[in-house]
Every structure is written in C-alpha cells, then in structure tokens.
C-alpha cells in the first residue's frame, strides 16, 4: 500500500506560546523572599459582583442547550449597554452575537470568514492572538499601522495592548474610509474600551467615526476586565448586520456556543453599570501608585492613556534586560517582544494585582 502523507500539525504554523518563553524570570521573581508579583498577565483578582454571581447560580440548573444567538434579553442588553457606555446607537439584536471570550472570536475570526489565503493587518504592536487568528486560517498575517494593498481584514486595537495607545477620532475614520473604499473587513478590538485614563478612546462604530454606517466594521468587546468575568468567558461581537449573521451562520454549525448560565451572568453585568466604574476607579488607583513608583525608578512609560497596563522602558536596556531587572526586585512583567519587534524596548507592566501586591511592586521599585 502506498505510505499515507504525512500529516502536518496544525501547531507547526503557530510561533512559541509566549509566556513560556518567561519561565526562567518568573522563577527568579518566585524566589524573592516576599513573594512573586506577577504582573505579566491581564487576568482579574477582583471579586466578581455579587448580583452577577446571583444571576449565575439562578440558572446553574438549566439542562438544556443554549443558544448560540443569545437569549433575547442579553442581545438586549448587549445593544442598551453599548448605546449607553459608548455611545454607539443603531445596533438591534440582529447585529450583536455573544462568544466565548473574546480571544475565542479573535482566533477564529479570519477563519469564520474564510480568509485563507488572504491578507490579515495586525498592528505593529499587537496582542498575539491577532497574528495566531491569522495562521490557523491560512492567511497571510501583516504587521503594519497603516494600510495595505489587498487586505481582507485588518485588527485594530484602541486602547492598545500592550501600549495603552488611543487612536484619535481622525485615525480611527482614516480605517473606516480604508474599508469603503477597498471593502476590507475592520474589526476593532474594543476591550479596553471602558478604562479611560488621559484620552478618550471612541468605538469604531461611534457614529462620530462611522457616520452610522457600519457596512464592513465589527467591534469586540469583553466582559473580563471592567467585569472580572475572565474566568467566565464573556464577551460579545457587535456591528455590519451582514457579518454578524454570516458568523452566526458558521457558529451555529461549530457549536460555538455560550454557556446558558453565563448567559443570564452577562446579562446581570450589562445592566448594572456601578460595578463596572468602581472597578475603573480601583484600577485608577493602582495605576497611580506603580506610575509613580516607576518614574522614581528611573522607568519612562510610554502611550498608557487608557487600559490596563503601563508600556514602560529603561534608557539602555532592551526587553529582556528590564524583565531581568524587574525580575531580581521580584516583579513579573510581559517583555514587549511579547506583541512584535516594535515592542523590543519595553515591558508590558498590568495593574491586575491587589492592592497589597501593587504596594509591594511599588515599594521594591522604589527601593531600587
């Protein structure tokens, strides 16, 4: 019998997981003698509202299949809390479609859409999942902050992670006019969205920005940071009514499909609107004390207008030389080659710690 081809991994298209990469740094960081303070990572350790976790334990009993379109109240939802945290109206039930997270829907999206073989713009400095969405599709991945000849879709990300970068009203309609006039896709990770420091960031479907025609724009948005709901997987996609449904149409084949009772939890967090700035305000105040503690430390921290980290840098040092020096103090951060060689002189430094733990990182970087 003739011998059968071989079979190609699908991980071989993939780069490195990138924080394993860190594991030397973050053994060294474990070994300081109060303790690690990891702050490498975007993952909450605040407690997640009481009135979310009600609405969870509700529904724990429900046998049945959820529906991957939503239940009709939390597309509902979906569509109140956006007109009403960011100022995006036009949106109905029909243009508004939950996911698994929003990292979910990033891989798959340039797979969902059937781009195999087509260009995928990420960013310069971009969240990694963006160029793995591309390769697990086929796609041709291209890193640029401006636009190109033949792309298909293209990933933009204000507020920025890692950099905390907003992109201006001006920039943001510069993307929105790139794909009128080339009928490129436009999907605007929008997960930081609620995390304003020092600019406003503006959703691409803002009518300031899109003019109320959302004809090949999609926003992505998360449940995980201004909610801590990361463990629950949480996010949602909103925008063109067409795209919408075409993603819907393949979900529903893929069993892609959100929990019933996480469900009903989103529900809960989109109509309670309190939670989401009190824990602005605890991230606020985080972001003051490791500011302050690192400028004295001799860091400067660049862009940081809005999200949840600080992109910051040493004179002299490169990524992995800071990440080292953070290390010995035993502070975790993310080196910023982590998101592209643009990224190769900074860290990526999260204010996802508790308070005691900021305290300390703050305390041992001024101590420096």
């Known amino acids: ?7 190609t991994p699908l991980g071989e298209r993939l780069p490195e997981f990138p924080w ?3 594991a030397d740094a973050k053994a060294k960081a474990a070994a300081h003698p109060d303790g690690i303070v990891d702050l490498s990572v975007g993952t909450p350790v605040d407690q ?28 509902e939802a979906i569509v109140s809390a956006m007109a009403r945290r960011f100022a995006v109206t036009g949106l109905d039930e029909r243009s508004v479609l939950p996911v698994i997270g929003t990292k979910e829907a990033i891989a798959w ?19 990694p999942t963006y160029e793995v969405g591309a390769l697990l599709a086929g796609a041709e ?48 990770d929008e997960c930081y969205l609620g995390l304003p420091w020092s600019a406003e960031p503006l959703s691409v479907l803002d009518p300031r920005v899109c003019s109320e025609d959302m004809t090949n724009l999609l926003a992505l948005h998360s449940l995980s940071k201004t909610s801590n709901l990361a463990s629950y997987r949480a996010g949602w996609i909103a925008g063109d009514t067409d795209l ?39 991230y606020a105040k985080r972001r003051a004390t490791l500011m302050a503690a690192l400028l004295k430390a001799g860091f400067t921290v660049d862009h940081s207008e809005a999200g949840l980290y600080l992109w910051s840098r040493r004179d002299g040092m490169g990524a992995r030389e800071t990440l080292d020096w953070l290390a010995e103090r035993g502070i975790l951060a993310a080196p910023g080659d982590f998101y592209g060689p643009a990224g190769e002189a900074h860290v990526r430094i999260g204010l996802t710690a508790t308070d005691e733990r900021i305290a300390a990182a703050a305390q041992r970087l001024t101590a420096a």
């Open 1 to 7: 019998m003739p011998a059968q081809p071989r079979r």
């Open 20 to 22: 394993d990469t860190i």
């Open 48 to 75: 997640v509202a009481p009135s979310i976790q009600l609405a969870l334990v509700e529904h724990a009993a429900e046998p049945g299949y959820p529906q991957t379109v939503g239940l009709p109240a939390l597309r």
């Open 109 to 127: 999206l340039p797979t969902l859409l059937g781009l195999q073989g087509q260009k995928v713009v990420i960013p310069e400095l971009a969240y």
């Open 141 to 188: 991945p291209v890193r640029s902050d401006a636009p190109v000849e033949g792309a298909a879709l293209v990933f933009i990300n204000s507020p920025s992670n890692p950099s905390g970068r907003v992109l201006s009203e001006a920039e943001m309609r510069e993307w929105v006019e790139f794909s009128r006039d080339t009928g490129a896709i436009i999907a605007s």
């Open 244 to 282: 919408v449904q075409e993603l819907l149409f393949v979900r529903k084949h893929s069993g892609l499909m959100v929990p019933g009772p996480i469900q009903h939890a989103m529900r809960a967090a989109l109509n309670d609107d309190t939670h989401e700035e009190l824990q602005a305000s605890t």
